[in-house]
């Protein structure tokens, strides 16, 4: 059985197979029209074949120097055979993405035994921070956790009043502070609240300004401060908001905020509606930090865990079908 087609079995029956399908159509699609109608003999076609390669990979967001490495990987390994047919291509595909992505393990998220999880919700304006702040709220819930969301984008215009209306549809705790008022302020006295009322996970909506470094580094540096004053260890969990659609400027972003703060995960949003679903593959390599959550539709549920082996089959899947 080939590497495809044991992605292929191990994902079917998957609660979020339907999702991940769907979310990734474009960026397959993409991926399909670039490499389909490459011949199965390798040998006679390589370098065109190479080069429709790179052009794909590129295309779908991966990034200039991290194709270059799948693809002299990819190449290494099709020297092993003397003719190659469109299933081995995609078998020798789904392996070297897969042995890209897993060169580092993915850390474990962080869960607080003693006490409240806090989770740092970082990011720009704009990247669907405040939505996914209160889907994650929504997941946790589900799951049977008390929730609290802290209100603590106090600079963006109705960012209070966007996590307070969806706090309210979702039923969970808010803390909020007023506009303008100091982040770390409210970040207490969530802090504070949730030790009062047992609250299992705290989600910390922070302002999404990106500032010169230094202010960006010591804005976060009180954030942490002030939330390991009140709870020891936290903030547990740090995680980067991106837009997916943003490209390889979300990679920069996600370096700069990686240099001032520790990191820990990385959510992209708006995976339904780009063809660039390689910048996932781009984020671990370059940076070297997981990817945790993908938003993969506008409802409340449709923020999904990251689950490599059905990202991996819906990339190539339209290339599957086409072969």
Not at 185 to 212: F, M, P
Not at 220 to 225: D, I, P, S, T, V
Not at 261 to 278: A, P, R, V, Y
Request: glycine share 8%.
């Amino acid at each position: 059985m080939g590497f495809f087609d044991s992605l292929k079995e191990k994902i079917t029956g998957k609660k979020n197979e339907g999702k991940y399908l769907s979310g990734f159509a474009k960026t397959s699609e993409n991926m399909a029209a670039k490499l389909k109608f490459i011949t199965a003999d390798h040998k006679r076609n390589k370098e065109d074949f190479m080069e429709n390669l790179m052009v794909a990979l590129i295309e779908s967001d991966i990034g200039y120097k991290t194709a270059d490495k799948i693809c002299d990987l990819f190449y290494k390994e099709t020297q092993k055979y003397s003719m190659l047919t469109i299933r081995n291509i995609i078998d020798l595909l789904c392996i070297v993405l897969n042995d890209v992505y897993t060169k580092n393990p993915d850390s474990e998220i962080i869960c607080n035994n003693e006490g409240t999880t806090v989770i740092l919700m970082v990011g720009v304006n704009g990247s669907g921070k405040t939505t996914t702040t209160a889907k994650l709220a929504y997941k946790y819930k589900n799951e049977g956790k008390k929730v609290c969301v802290a209100a603590a984008d106090t600079f963006r215009a109705g960012a209070i009043e966007q996590l307070d209306m969806w706090a309210k549809r979702i039923d969970v705790d808010i803390i909020k502070g007023k506009d303008g008022q100091d982040p770390s302020s409210v970040l207490v006295d969530a802090c504070r609240y949730c030790k009062e009322h047992d609250i299992d996970v705290l989600i910390c909506d922070t302002a999404g300004r990106l500032q010169n470094k230094a202010n960006l580094m010591a804005e976060l540096a009180k954030m942490n401060k002030v939330i390991g004053r009140e709870i020891p260890g936290a903030p547990h969990n740090t995680w980067l908001v991106l837009d997916s659609n943003t490209g390889q400027n979300g990679i920069s972003q996600a370096e700069l905020f990686n240099e001032v703060t520790e990191l820990n995960g990385i959510i992209l949003t708006k995976m339904d509606g780009t063809s660039k679903g390689g910048i996932v593959i781009a984020i671990k390599d370059i940076i070297g930090v997981p990817v945790r959550y993908l938003g993969l539709g506008e409802g409340l549920d449709d923020l999904k865990e990251f689950d490599l082996d059905l990202y991996l089959y819906s990339l190539v899947e339209e290339l599957y079908n086409a072969s």
